[in-house]
């Protein structure tokens, strides 16, 4: 099945119809979350999330994202750096708890989706998103 790798353009709204994987960071599990969206291209589209999936484009975080594809092996993978300030204007706090979640979107003639947790068909629904803790000060 062939890789699809269509978009190149910044925040493009359908990436998530290509070859892509999506990260979700919800902060403190407050009223906002964030999720990237990147191809084996490198195309990246960020947006700040409202619960029920509402997204804003306009947000662009500082994300740093290499993405590399093995055509020989038929795979590909993807280094990334997500700058937390980006996200959250306050210091993280010792051991606090973020919602996660990432999702695998391969597109193609068999399609196929792969999620961190289920969310029950909804990536959007950070109710159920897993758990990142981080150390802080």
């Known amino acids: 099945d062939k890789m699809v790798t269509k978009q190149t353009a910044r925040d493009h709204k359908f990436v998530y119809r290509d070859e892509c994987l999506e990260v979700f960071f919800h902060p403190?599990?407050?009223?906002?979350y964030y999720q990237f969206m990147?191809?084996?291209?490198?195309?990246?589209t960020d947006?700040?999330?409202k619960p029920g999936g509402r997204g804003d484009?306009?947000?662009?975080a500082k994300v740093v994202a290499w993405a590399e594809i093995d055509r020989v092996k038929k795979e590909w993978r993807l280094t990334a750096a997500f700058p937390i300030a980006d996200m959250k204007e306050t210091p993280?706090?010792?051991d606090e708890m973020w919602g996660f979640s990432v999702v695998r979107n391969h597109n193609g003639k068999n399609s196929e989706y792969t999620a961190w947790v289920d969310t029950d068909g909804n990536n959007h629904k950070t109710s159920l998103f897993?758990?990142?803790?981080?150390?802080g000060e």
């Not at 403190?28 to 906002?32: H, L, V």
Request: some cysteine; aromatic content about 8%.
């Open 57 to 60: 484009r306009t947000y662009n």
């Open 38 to 44: 990147i191809s084996p291209r490198g195309t990246i």
């Open 28 to 32: 403190e599990r407050g009223d906002k």
């Open 92 to 94: 993280v706090k010792k």
């Open 47 to 49: 947006q700040g999330c």
């Open 130 to 135: 897993g758990f990142l803790i981080l150390r």
